[in-house]
């Protein structure tokens, strides 16, 4: 290992207890692999179970003795972060939205999809924040707007943690499964807001042009992390078109560079290499470590005079339309929020009358055997009834709430970028 360069690893290792196959077995593989590995920081998304944790942190405990498992939600964020740098600090920040507590077989809302961070002390760069994230899942790549509303939410919250990690002068590292592919909205406004450079175009810039011939080349060519048919958990899903997806990310910036004196000497982080790893099956076994492939990357130490321009990673800022469109969709999703709420709330009152009647009717049964019937059927609305109180009432005006905080925060936004422009320009009044 050395202290010139920083070598990191991303990996989504499916480990949802009693749901995903051969959990054991391939936990136990992956805590093989990365502790053979020279990796400085492992970041892992869906290492839900805290035994499996401990399996790799002991594994991984003489190279990097420094982790931390991350809780949230109900069912834990599924996060975790390993290091061999000193940790000054963590938290964790769970988004405010993350799917509906009725969507019980997507689970996001149960598990508390978060990002998750640490800062480290490195003893060449001085702090280094590292985040570790999994985005939202359910929502498509193209709308409609209410289903991909909730992801944005969470872009949009991850790039300002990012882009505030910067300003305190802080070198920023974000790894995990953004459940996004490159050119989408919530990748643009992670990339532009936080001004993150991605480490797999900086080592393949003509990526975009290559035509692979099979799914393994696309995978070492493309960056596919996921969907793809040479992972053994992806081959049996007819659903799959294509060569597959690029989820999984390793993004990267320098500190927001204020007051250098010229004459200084500053020190740059910039991608070397990018691979994608894990793309074998689990040794004596004919099964992938994971449903998504892991990305490892390598980021040089270099120094630079501070006289001169950033290097790849020069401030950015989201465009006018980036934002529109991604107001515009969380306004579809409030417009929709409120329907159901409404719908929710019929059903709920609907109920109410209905066990009422129940209750009344129940003094004229003609037959003692129809009362077990009436019983079943009181306790199941009075379930649909409880639920659409919840979710109609609760979980909607929360949901509600949430889309409101987020829509003025980028208005304001917006019209903060304005109003500099402005000033900038001379015309500020």
């Known amino acids: 290992m050395s202290d010139t360069q920083l070598r990191v690893l991303s ?3 499916w480990g949802l207890k009693f749901v995903s196959k051969n959990r054991e077995e391939r936990i136990e593989a992956i805590a093989h692999e990365l502790s053979q590995g020279d990796h400085d920081i492992i970041c892992l998304q869906e290492i839900w179970v805290y035994s499996d944790y401990q399996k790799v942190q ?21 996060l975790a972060i390993f290091t061999r740098f000193p940790i000054l600090s963590t938290a964790v920040h769970p988004y405010s939205l993350n799917g509906a507590p009725i ?33 939202f899942a359910k929502g498509g790549e193209d709308g409609p707007e209410h289903l991909r509303a ?43 807001h936080a001004s993150l450079t991605d480490a797999w175009v900086v080592t393949h810039p ?3 042009n290559l035509s692979p011939t099979t799914a393994l080349e696309a995978v070492e060519m493309l960056g596919i992390t996921a969907d793809n048919t040479h992972n053994t958990w992806s081959a049996g899903k007819s659903w799959i078109t294509g060569w597959g997806k690029r989820l999984d990310y390793v993004l990267y910036r320098q500190p927001a560079r204020l007051n250098h004196p010229p004459s200084d000497t500053i020190s740059v982080i910039r ?42 990673d020069a401030p950015r800022e989201l465009t006018s339309a980036a934002m529109a469109t991604t107001i515009q969709a969380w306004t579809a999703c409030y417009r929709f929020a409120k329907d159901r709420m409404k719908k929710e709330l019929i059903i709920f009152a609907v109920s ?19 009362n077990p019937i009436f019983i079943l059927f009181t306790i199941a609305v009075s379930w649909l009834a409880t639920t659409m109180l919840y979710h109609g009432f609760l ?28 000033r900038n320009s001379g015309t500020f009044n």
């Not at 040089?300 to 950033?310: G, L, N, T």
């Open 103 to 135: 969507d019980v077989a997507a689970g996001d809302w149960f598990v508390g999809k978060a990002a998750a961070t640490l800062v480290l002390l490195h003893p060449i760069l001085g702090q280094v924040q590292i985040f570790n994230t999994h985005l």
């Open 150 to 192: 909730h992801r944005l939410v969470g872009a949009w919250e991850f790039a300002k943690l990012a882009r505030q990690a910067a300003e305190l002068g802080r070198y920023v590292i974000c790894l995990g499964d953004f459940n996004s592919i490159p050119p989408t909205l919530p990748m643009t406004i992670i990339q532009d």
């Open 58 to 78: 002991e594994r991984l405990a003489k190279r990097l003795p420094n982790s931390k498992f991350f809780y949230g939600g109900a069912l834990g964020a599924g």
């Open 271 to 312: 991608a070397t290499q990018c691979k994608v790893v894990f793309i074998d099956h689990v040794p004596g076994h004919t099964f992938s470590f994971s449903d998504h492939f892991g990305l490892e990357a390598t980021l040089a130490i270099e120094s630079s005079p501070a006289s001169a321009p950033p290097l790849l």
């Open 395 to 422: 979980y909607g005006n929360w949901e509600c709430n949430a889309l409101m905080n987020a829509i003025e925060d980028l208005e304001h936004h917006r019209k903060g970028l304005q109003l500099l422009g402005r």
């Open 11 to 13: 990996l989504n290792c």
């Open 352 to 370: 109410i009358f209905v066990l009422v009647g129940v209750a009344v009717g129940t003094a004229w049964l003609p037959y003692p055997w129809i």
């Open 206 to 208: 003509n990526s975009n």
